[in-house]
């Protein structure tokens, strides 16, 4: 039961600091482009620009 007394706030925190994290990505647009993410994986594009 003591164990409890430092899990519950633990977690609060935790998913705190989840939630904040998710804020902040939606601020700065991570999830705009999801469709060029799909497209980009799939191009051939790397074939025409060889590394040197």
């Known amino acids: 039961m003591e164990t409890l007394l430092y899990l519950i706030p633990v977690s ?3 998913g705190g600091v989840g939630l ?3 804020l902040w990505s939606l601020k700065h647009r991570q999830y705009e482009d ?3 993410d799909a497209n ?3 191009s051939d594009d790397w074939d025409k620009h ?3």
């Open 20 to 22: 904040v994290a998710f």
């Open 12 to 14: 609060l925190f935790l």
């Open 34 to 36: 999801l469709e060029g």
């Open 40 to 42: 980009r994986i799939l």
């Open 50 to 52: 060889p590394k040197p």
